[in-house]
Every structure is written in structure tokens, then in C-alpha cells.
């Protein structure tokens, strides 16, 4: 299963790609999806969590071999559930993921800090967004990122978990995307 969905990326040159995860496959799919920018493309990247806090994620990839010196984390999710959020070079941390402009603003921010050209946006994920923000609301922030994402010519990763999303959702934010791969 791995060998596919990389092989449907290394088609498209930057592109903005949708994936359509189920929850057994989330972990292992985000994990090999940073090792191919990372490790294997060489491309320093954002990862958006709006799911795991920064120091989990950081945890995970490092015990799977992922360059996290490669990565601007931007974390929406720490402040709500810790009361003491350690300091890390490579991370923003934001109050809150409803703050939509905060996630734009702070995109923008870890994009423009990279100073190699090739490189890559994760946003983790368009179902946890859900919770915070109405679906309309969060498919017009996914055009907006998408546009941003385009405009910076970055390759871009939508993670979205298949079973719990509305389809009208899904086939809204797939007309912003090059692709939509369902793992």
C-alpha cells in the first residue's frame, strides 16, 4: 500500500494532493509521507498540526527516522491541553486552531524561513479543523491555503480521514487539489 500512494506523488510536480485516510493507516501514511519529502526528496517542509501536539509528532518521526531539523512545526493544539508548552526552535506555537488567521499568518511565516526553494506544506488535518470551525467555513480556509500553498510553490498535503467527513466536504476541497488519493 505504501509503494502506491508515494507512486501517485512522484507523478505531479507542485501539486496539492488530498489524502483520504482511514484511521488504522493515519499514522504510518503521515510518517511516510514526511520520510519521502524528507529523506528521500531532501525538501525541508511546514507540518500544520491542528491533531497531535508538537511534541508527540516530534517523537514519532524522530522514532522513525524523520529528520525533524527539516521541519517548521506549527502547533494549533498545545495551548488547549498543556499548561506549560516547552520552547523548540523549529516549532510556532498558536493559542488556538479557530484562529484560522493565526494558521495563515504562521504558514506564511515558516514558508518564507525556508530558504530552499523546493519544499512542502502538511496540514494535519481537515477533520480535526471540523471540530473547531463550520465546514463551510473550513472549505473556504482550504481555498484560501490551497491558493496560498500555489502562490509560494510549495507541493502540499491535505490529510483527511476517509470515514468521518462529510462527502460534500471532501468533494469541495478536491476541486482546490491536483489530486485526491485514497490510502
Do not use: W
Not at 121 to 135: G, W
Amino acid at each position: 500500500m505504501k509503494k502506491r500512494y508515494l507512486d501517485s506523488i512522484k507523478k505531479l510536480d507542485k501539486f496539492i494532493a488530498l489524502f483520504l485516510v482511514d484511521i488504522d493507516n493515519y499514522q504510518e501514511t503521515n510518517v511516510n509521507l514526511v520520510k519521502y519529502f524528507t529523506n528521500i526528496k531532501h525538501f525541508p517542509g511546514v507540518y500544520i498540526t491542528i491533531n497531535k501536539p508538537f511534541s508527540t509528532l516530534a517523537d514519532t518521526f524522530k522514532r522513525n527516522g524523520v529528520d525533524t531539523n527539516m521541519i517548521i512545526f506549527i502547533d494549533a493544539v498545545s495551548h488547549m491541553h498543556q499548561s506549560h508548552i516547552p520552547d523548540a526552535e523549529n516549532c510556532f506555537y498558536l493559542r488556538s486552531p479557530r484562529d484560522l488567521s493565526d494558521i495563515s499568518i504562521a504558514m506564511t511565516e515558516a514558508v518564507r524561513a525556508i530558504s530552499q526553494d523546493e519544499k512542502f506544506v502538511f496540514f494535519d488535518s481537515l477533520n480535526t479543523l471540523l471540530v473547531y470551525s463550520s465546514q463551510e467555513t473550513v472549505a473556504r480556509f482550504m481555498h484560501f491555503l490551497a491558493g496560498k500553498m500555489r502562490n509560494y510553490q510549495v507541493d502540499g498535503i491535505i490529510i483527511c480521514l476517509r470515514k468521518d467527513t462529510d462527502p460534500g466536504l471532501i468533494s469541495e476541497v478536491s476541486q482546490f487539489c491536483d489530486a485526491t488519493i485514497t490510502v
